[in-house]
């Protein structure tokens, strides 16, 4: 069992950046692939990011290469997403996720509360 809270959420100019977290609780985090997600109000929740349980790999959304960077930290137990030249098009809740395979189309079984990040123009 995984229990993921997520923090670091908040309003941020355009071309801003933040820096979002995932702090998971129980001892097998190191076992799974984490992911970041994103939903905006009336759309469909789409994948933003994700990376393997040992960290050398990752795999983003074309929408946010370049600009976000997902990483993690093991001995924290703790999954990052650094978002850099925020656009208004993403503002959005933001979930991380835990699962047993990464990837764009993989299953996710344990998913956050979720944080709220808002881009003004």
């Known amino acids: 069992q995984v229990q993921l809270v997520e923090s670091g959420g908040g309003l941020v100019q355009a071309g801003g950046s933040l820096r979002l977290s995932c702090a998971a609780s129980?001892?097998?985090?190191?076992?799974?692939?984490m992911a970041w997600f994103r939903q905006a109000p009336g759309k469909e929740r789409d994948f933003v990011a994700t990376?393997?349980?040992?960290?050398?790999?990752?795999v983003y959304a074309d929408f946010v290469k370049g600009r976000f960077t997902i990483s993690r930290d093991n001995a924290k137990k703790t999954v990052y997403l650094q978002m850099n030249s925020l656009k208004p098009e993403d503002t959005a809740v933001y979930y991380c996720a835990a699962g047993l395979v990464a990837g764009s189309g993989a299953h996710y079984d344990y998913w956050g509360q979720g944080t709220q990040v808002t881009v003004s123009s």
């Open positions: 129980g001892r097998t985090f190191r076992r799974y692939a």
């Open positions: 990376i393997t349980w040992s960290g050398a790999n990752t």
